[in-house]
């Protein structure tokens, strides 16, 4: 049963304004996301979004037990407190709300992304009254795992030297498994033929009297009663399926979820890959594989979603001129392609997210995973421009632009068309940067070694930024004015050289591929402003970036990408190593300090997350869906409690 909605509907004319922002506490901020054009779906289409997101829900539990092994105990411990606890007024109630918000977040008791535990700030001997006073059931044991701070510290531990699966909490592996033993089993059946299965996508390896074995996640095995009523809907769904290739797809995602067969998982994602005209799409199973300490088992996720035709043409367009950039880009003619093929990338409405996907999520999605079925038939890329959306919409009035941009004109410019040229230089970054260019006679994709992403990612992002000035796109309808670039160019330089340097802890280098590659781009062009065209200056004792002459900074963006170009076609890894170590990986340790300082009293949440919408059947008098409505209005602790009422299928101990 849904709990009774209010429904923002049925006043047309006064829409209330909708609030992005729905709750902050410690790191975090929870945003609500709009799914427009909903109303634009037909009956079989909402039908079918709706069963694939009833499946989305019911796989929450199977997260929370990889994440580690007492973390459904612990939530269901917690949320029975906060239920059935009589002082609501009690400061160790507020702070036990605090704790189980965040364990909500996490899907368990580490953070998200370090990976740390984090502790309670409430008492241990508070917390054993109030489990008696409400009649709650919590082994010592899990409390220790709770409130010791030694205990189970990291849920993946990538440490050198330690034996990773003793120094991780995920769950991934039963316990006494040693990584050597993990990795003997994996490498005695890995698959080495053509079309590989992915053994250890969906299992736990556990010991049992000295033998390593396989539990597989499947109905009848691990995760069970979870994996039923996931199998349950997509059945529902399967019946609402828009394509052939989607009803092949959904139905072997059933069969695999049945027995676990490896095979009915290729052929799944094949059939996924191939059904490229159904509105309606999602992910859902075990996917990725960066939780597990070794890489081989998947985290389970959903994204349920639809094509955003409108932007979908958008990347089209780009896609379609792609031997137009190709041509006229400032790259030596020797390295450009002759025929270049564009890539049509897909832009998505987000419409429930679960598992690994909620409440924090990626912006793009890419898949599958397995090398050779990309290679094959191909892979999906898409991006989510529903929730880029809302996180931008959710930062407007909190200060960051104020603090950091130089004039009110330049901020005027990126509220008006920060979004838009964000979104056309994924785009560009994507459909025709990656793709353009091409690679000398003997020159192999690996010669520029450790810095072969950076320089990818920089060659990519230039041919973007470029593009993002030139005339063709007002031409071809994409940019609406001329002067519309300006605000991705003065973000991007100010990105590069300043506001990213949020994310980097004091004294410490770039490392990530993709922020090396904004600051290289900053950094160069700015050491290379002979007329200053750009220049940082300091104001009241803060300092700012400035642009004096966009034309330029478009010059030297420009005479970058040329020998980006260059050292990618020449397979010029000294030149390569070079322009990273002087421009990506140093920061200017001043400015930092001065960065961080000045970040630190906006008192923003660096992590966000979302609260899903609630989508209802309306029925006929014989049971037929003939309509799904959609309501905003259910905030962050109501979603949570209602998910572990109605999706939680899973046993305490699995
Ligand atoms: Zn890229």
Known sequence: MLPALILIAGCTKQQPTFNYNVDKFYDLEVLRYKVPDFESLNVQQKTLLYYLSEAALHGRDILYDQNCRYNLRIRRALEQVYINYADKQDPQFALLEKYLKRVWFSNGIHHHYSEDKFLPEFTREWF????AATGTQLDEEVKDVMFVPGIMAKRMSQADGEDLIAASAGNYYGEGVTQAEAEQWYAEH?????????????????????????????????????????????????QYAETNEQRTAISKMIDFNKTGDL????????????????????????????????????????MVNFKDLEATKRTQTISANAQWFEDHSTTDPQYKKEEVKGVSAKVITAAMLGGDCYPATPIGINLPNANWIRKEYGSKSV???????????AAKGNGFNEEFMVDDDIRRLYEEYGVLCSDLHTDLHECVGHGSGKLMPGVTKDALKEHASTIEEARADLFGLYYLADNKLVELGLLPDPDAYKAGYYQQMMNGLMTQLVRIEPGKDIEEAHMRNRQLIANWVYEHAADKEVEIIERDGKHYLQVNDYEGLRRLYGELLREIQRITSEGDYAAAKQMVETYAVKVNQELHKEILERYARLDLAPYKGFVNPVYTPVKDKDGNITDVRIDYSEGYVAQHLRYSRDYSDLPDIN
Not at 128 to 131: E, G, S, T
Not at 383 to 393: R, V
Request: glycine share 6%.
């Open 263 to 302: 095979k009915t998982f290729n052929e799944y994602c094949i059939a996924w890959v191939k059904d490229l005209e159904s509105r309606v799409d999602y992910v859902n199973g075990f996917t990725e594989t960066y939780s597990d300490p070794l890489g081989i088992t998947g985290t389970w996720e959903s």
């Open 190 to 238: 890995k698959d080495n033929s053509a079309e590989p299965l992915w053994i250890g996508l969906n299992s736990q390896l556990v010991k049992e009297d000295g033998v390593i074995k396989e539990r597989v996640y499947k109905v009848g095995g691990l995760y069970s009663e979870a994996l039923a009523k996931v199998v349950e809907n997509l059945e529902k769904a399967l």
């Open 128 to 131: 054993d009254a109030a489990l």
């Open 383 to 393: 991006t989510i421009d529903n929730l880029a959306h809302a996180y931008n919409e």
